[in-house]
């Protein structure tokens, strides 16, 4: 196997899998070069996270922002025809959740600030190799008390051992709002989960279960109260959305 600066790469972003990952492994077992230029590209990339994280997870400056252009006449008419159409066929397919009509909704797609940090911060870390979380799940009592602390509310960690995720740890990150909290679950196969628990500006009455798709990233995202939730992964729809549900009904007890 040629161990070019390529493949190192993809072995160090998480991108190889399964027979093609182990073969790298055992490449890297018989070569000292190529193991050293793996640390090096590991801890380039972990500079690079180090100096642009803050960066990359920072709102968009409002200057930034293109304004929306004014619609006029029969433009705007047909805009909002458009859209009650819509509405009126959309409604009647809504999922009531498994908690019942007190639990949450899952309503038709919707895009937010919310799931786009979520799943940009996923990518950001669901990747890493060598350091996915701050504080690992060994930790657990000092990973929800510090995080809670920040956050300024008492923080649960769902449990999604049925599903065959287990808990790998969390992290601290900066939100528009105040500090975010992340955690981050794996399964057998290494598919990672992401939970990121953010403070909202405003208390939200209502609780309902809304999906995004950003990229590559399925996003199940809630708000509660002042809190906003998302669950994010690159799994299939239906089993994100069962263990989202298994993430409220564990973050709102009966």
Not at 62 to 70: D, I, K, W
Not at 177 to 182: E, K, N, Y
Not at 188 to 212: C, H, I, M, N, P
């Amino acid at each position: 196997m040629r161990l070019d600066d390529d493949l190192l790469q993809a072995w160090v972003d998480g991108a190889l899998e399964g027979p093609e990952r182990a073969a790298v492994e055992a490449a890297l077992a018989q070569d000292a070069g190529a193991a050293r230029r793996v640390l090096r590209l590991a801890e380039q990339r972990r500079l690079l996270h180090e100096r642009f994280d803050p960066v990359l997870l920072e709102p968009v400056p409002e200057r930034l922002r293109l304004a929306r252009p004014a619609w006029h006449g029969y433009a705007r008419a047909a805009a909002v025809f458009a859209f009650g159409l819509a509405v009126g066929l959309v409604a009647p397919l809504a999922w009531r959740g498994e908690g019942g009509p007190a639990g949450p909704q899952a309503t038709a797609p919707a895009a937010g600030a919310l799931p786009a940090r979520a799943a940009r911060a996923h990518l950001v870390y669901a990747t890493e190799v060598r350091h996915p979380v701050e504080v690992d799940a060994s930790q657990e009592a000092h990973l929800v008390a510090w995080l809670s602390k920040r956050l300024g509310t008492k923080l649960q960690v769902p449990v999604l051992a049925a599903d065959g995720f287990s808990l790998l740890g969390g992290r601290l990150l900066p939100g528009p709002d105040g500090a975010v909290a992340q955690f981050m679950y794996q399964d057998g196969a290494g598919r990672r989960l992401t939970l990121y628990v953010s403070a909202r500006a405003r208390d939200e009455k209502q609780t309902a279960f809304r999906f995004a798709q950003e990229g590559p990233v399925s996003v199940f995202y809630w708000v509660d109260g002042r809190w906003g939730y998302a669950l994010s992964g690159e799994i299939d729809k239906p089993a994100l959305l069962r263990m989202a549900t298994r993430a409220y009904k564990d973050l709102n007890p009966p």
